[in-house]
């Protein structure tokens, strides 16, 4: 089946400084991904739509500035958390349907950021 | 806009017996599709059972079934005969087939099953 990899899994880094992480589709191309914020004990919240070769479309209350997303190709997304401060420590999750138009998808493991 | 809620922010089973967990939604649409997701402690999110709204016949898989009213918006997920693994977080999701993929997910109910 459809498998998407996300990494790092987990990242610490210090207050003030960028951290990317990256959504891949290991076995099929995906022109739209997901990306969505989990914070402890609470639900999924989408953060924005990555679409490849476009700009990415952001949820409303999420700075554009402050998540970077950049869908390079038909199977690499990044999303960049720039000036990371404490409060952006959370679990970043990201998707993908594994066919254009597909109503099911599929979800990376998640990376863990934790800012210091 | 969608919303998803679910009611039971904790449950609790013993092991071999069943529970059934809540979820519902609001829309204005008609064309839609309906998740419930799986989130163990590795925080992966696994699909579990999805319905298409257009379908009346309520889903199934294995251990899992779902219970749909569309006109009472209701979507409650039984889970028959427990098994420990079953322990996780269960998320009912919400997919409008016209807005492109968008998956708007309940608060999450975590499930305990008991030895």
């Known amino acids: 089946g459809a498998v998407v990899s996300q990494h790092p899994s987990w990242v610490i880094c210090k207050s003030g400084t960028s951290v990317k992480i990256e959504c891949r589709s290991l076995d099929f191309q995906a022109t739209t991904m997901f990306w969505y914020r989990q914070f402890p004990k609470q639900s999924l919240m989408l953060m924005a739509t990555?679409?490849?070769?476009?700009?990415?479309?952001?949820e409303q209350g999420v700075e554009k500035d402050k998540f970077l997303i950049n869908h390079a190709s038909l199977t690499l997304s990044t999303l960049t958390v720039t000036s990371a401060h404490p409060e952006d420590s959370s679990f970043y999750i990201c998707s993908a349907p594994d066919r254009v138009g597909a109503n099911v998808l599929t979800f990376g493991a998640g990376s863990r950021l934790t800012v210091l | 806009a969608q919303t998803v809620t679910q009611s039971q922010p904790e449950m609790s089973v013993q092991e071999a017996e069943t529970v059934t967990l809540s979820c519902t939604y609001d829309t204005s649409e008609n064309n839609y599709y309906l998740f419930w997701y799986k989130q163990p402690p590795s925080r992966q999110m696994i699909l579990v059972i999805r319905q298409e709204a257009y379908k009346q016949q309520n889903a199934t898989e294995n251990r899992f079934s779902v219970n749909f009213q569309k006109a009472a918006k209701s979507f409650s997920l039984k889970i028959s005969d427990s098994q420990l693994g079953d322990t996780a977080m269960y998320f009912c999701?919400?997919?409008?087939?016209?807005?492109?993929?968008?998956?708007?997910f309940g608060g999450g109910t975590r499930l305990m099953v008991k030895p």
């Open positions: 999701a919400f997919m409008n087939n016209n807005a492109g993929n968008m998956l708007t």
């Open positions: 990555s679409n490849e070769g476009s700009k990415a479309t952001y």
